[in-house]
């Protein structure tokens, strides 16, 4: 590979990721938002260095520009048009440069859709263009559902799509400069086939679809049947990967660490993002190391290592190295998925098993280069373990489909390795109980490869037969008094509702937080946020119950959510949907005094004149109450023709009221209404919850 055609590919690099900065540049201009040039610029860099490295770009993008653009005052809403507008430019330009390539270049029919290439082609290219026409054909907000989508106008549904285009030619582009001479094809087919690998790698999900991306490259050149093709492509995708994604995600780094240590928190908003980064940081880090270990012990090592290896160590020690090191290997792609969910466990067991793989890799072919980032990761590591705070197990980390595929992508490269490394070696059974330092390579190669794949087979049988659903049960009496105290020194009233018995309870270990919640269908829905103080309780209380969910196969949402939280959700990767608001009075400034209280200053005067008198009682009071209750309820029920609601809502149910303080309503000697009160404990906030009065009461009374 020449020199110049390297330095070009880096300099194309740096184009395509400046394109970038238009989806961001553009995006603000779209919601009327003006911001410093480099500010912008930067904000756009690091989210796509990080992005594009690590995979599940909206996620990962979405929360750095969540951060920057919050402190550069933009609100929530606005944050959200523009990541919608830059994942919009991104996926159309896409769709417009795939659809008109296939439509004018023939695919390999070893790819997929290869016989369906123009119909598929013509839809995705008509996607952008109704895009582009769409607000001048429809004329109005496009509806879907219950939301209302503004269209964005020809101008800038064009400049969407073109800004994308070109930011995935340029992509493209650096590839084809760094393929192999043998690769002897024109740029367009050269572009049918990376676009479609793109498109299988970014469905997969897997981190920066590592594994997918390749084997749709090799699949399209024919290099599975061209042993003489395989080992230039793949080494010309390996460069790619070091120049277009790692080159940028390493200066990503330097530059956000460099922007700390000159202590420019106020303006990065670094802690907050930036220590949310990187557990996917290195997550990623160790997949790649756990592949190098893979790959390392598919292959033959160099003679003169050998050599001095022989001189120095017993051949069990080799053999034995050789075969754990491919063992380490598998270890760490699972440990990975651990340390993107930010598991205790798995911190501990990686940083083991690096300095273990860094010694393994010395003593099995001095493999210098395998030990070097072994050691650098693990000193990287090392000072990271608050990160990782989760006290979890390591079969609590379910995996998704994604990640099945990368471990299984990894695997099988590591079997073609050793296909290709030893093809001119005669299978035998021979093979298997054959030791030597120079003439024992394929047999080492294929022990290894069956004890990598036996321990990721282990592992998968282990994480079968564990339970699947928990058993969900209402809460009993001990449950309630175990969740008492952190109701009532939490600082949310709505905590209270926990109190109806009619939701489970997700405590933590050390019952230092709870989640209440209920299942409907695939719906896991929790009521509000973790009940608790403690902030490290809470946060692994939101891990915990999305995990739950994902091991049945559940979808988990939490229902009225306060915005001081949101960073619970976001860590986890969920996404936020407005439905409403809450109104909060501040008590010790309220008054009926001014113009605007005047119909509420009215309604009190009148109801006092008439009689009436609103009186609290203790909650251990209400029992004695409770047959006039149930009288005013039942009136008030038979008199709206509604049924108790129940979840986030209060009911009639005597073991619930009789928890609470009641405000009652008195007329003269006769009650006509009551509302429970949820009250904290330390002040923080009171509310109401169940409010009901007799039917034929004076108007205005709830008001009262």
């Not at 980390?397 to 695997?411: E, K, N, Q, R, T």
């Not at 309780?537 to 891990?543: F, P």
Request: hydrophobic residues 50%; neutral net charge.
């Amino acid at each position: 590979m020449e020199n110049y055609r390297v330095a070009l590919a880096v300099l194309l690099t740096a184009g395509s990721y400046g394109v970038m900065i238009l989806y961001d540049w553009f995006g603000l201009k779209y919601i009327g938002k003006r911001l410093p040039g480099p500010q912008v610029s930067l904000i756009s860099f690091i989210s796509y260095a990080f992005s594009n490295a690590l995979g599940m770009a909206l996620l990962i993008s979405g929360s750095i520009r969540y951060r920057f653009y919050i402190q550069a005052g933009l609100s929530t809403a606005e944050v959200a048009k523009v990541v919608v507008y830059t994942t919009l430019s991104f996926w159309l330009g896409l769709s417009a440069l795939t659809g008109v390539t296939l439509l004018l270049v023939p695919i390999p029919p070893s790819l997929p859709l290869a016989s369906w290439r123009i119909p598929v082609a013509a839809v995705l290219a008509l996607i952008p263009f109704l895009w582009i026409v769409g607000n001048r054909l429809l004329g109005r907000p496009l509806r879907i559902w219950r939301w209302r989508l503004s269209l964005p106008t020809t101008l800038v549904a064009t400049r969407q799509v073109l800004v994308g285009a070109v930011d995935w030619g340029l992509a493209a582009y650096v590839l084809y400069l760094l393929m192999p001479n043998q690769v002897d094809t024109g740029f367009g087919h050269f572009l049918a086939i990376f676009v479609l690998a793109q498109i299988a790698g970014l469905i997969s999900h897997v981190p920066g679809g590592l594994g997918v991306f390749e084997a749709v490259m090799l699949a399209g050149f024919g290099a599975e049947g061209n042993q003489g093709l395989e080992a230039p492509i793949l080494g010309a995708l390996a460069a790619y990967r070091l120049i277009y994604y790692f080159l940028p995600l390493f200066a990503a780094t330097v530059v956000v660490l460099w922007r700390e240590a000159r202590g420019l928190r106020q303006k990065t908003l670094l802690a907050p993002w930036f220590t949310g980064l990187l557990p996917p940081f290195f997550a990623g880090l160790t997949l790649v190391s756990g592949a190098v270990l893979l790959f390392s012990g598919a292959t033959s090592a160099l003679p003169t290592r050998m050599a001095i290896l022989r001189d120095v160590l017993p051949l069990a020690v080799l053999e034995v190295s050789h075969f754990l090191s491919s063992v380490v290997g598998m270890m760490l792609l699972i440990l990975a998925r651990g340390l993107q969910r930010r598991l205790d466990a798995a911190y501990v067991l990686t940083l083991i098993l690096l300095v273990l793989g860094a010694v393994l890799s010395l003593l099995k072919g001095i493999d210098y280069e395998e030990a070097t980032l072994l050691s650098v990761l693990a000193l990287a590591l090392a000072p990271a373990h608050k990160l990782f705070y989760r006290r979890a197990s390591m079969f609590s980390a379910s995996f998704s489909w994604g990640w099945i595929i990368a471990i299984v992508a990894v695997l099988g490269c590591a079997g073609w390795l050793v296909g290709f490394s030893y093809k001119h070696v005669e299978y035998s059974n021979n093979l298997w109980w054959e030791f030597s330092f120079y003439h024992g390579g394929a047999p080492r190669a294929l022990r290894a490869l069956v004890g990598a794949t036996t321990a990721g087979l282990l592992f998968a049988l282990a994480n079968l037969i564990r339970p699947v659903r928990p058993d969900l049960h209402l809460p009993s009496e001990e449950d309630l008094q175990r969740a008492l105290p952190l109701i009532k020194n939490y600082n949310s009233a709505q905590a209270h509702l926990a109190l109806m018995a009619d939701k489970t309870l997700l405590f933590d270990a050390d019952n230092r937080a709870f989640i209440m919640y209920d299942v409907e269908g695939r719906s896991w829905v929790a009521m509000g946020d973790p009940v608790g103080e403690d902030e490290e309780a809470r946060r692994e209380l939101v891990w915990t119950f999305r995990d739950q969910c994902e091991r049945a196969g559940g979808w988990p949402l939490f229902y009225q959510v306060r915005q001081d939280d949101l960073d619970l959700y976001l860590e986890v990767g969920m996404n936020f949907l407005k439905i409403g608001e809450e109104a909060r009075v501040e008590l010790a400034g309220f008054n009926l005094d001014g113009k605007s209280k005047k119909v509420l200053r009215n309604t009190i005067n009148k109801l006092t004149r008439e009689g009436m008198r609103m009186e609290i009682v203790p909650a251990d009071a209400v029992a004695a109450l409770m047959p006039q209750l149930k009288k005013i309820s039942d009136a008030w029920m038979r008199d709206k023709g509604v049924r108790e609601k129940g979840f986030s809502l209060g009911t009639f149910d005597p073991r619930y009221l009789e928890r609470t303080p009641m405000a009652l309503v008195w007329q003269g000697e006769e009650l006509v209404a009551f509302a429970n009160l949820f009250l904290t404990d330390n002040k923080e906030e009171a509310s109401l919850d169940l409010m009901r009065h007799l039917p034929d009461s004076t108007a205005g009374i709830m008001g009262f």
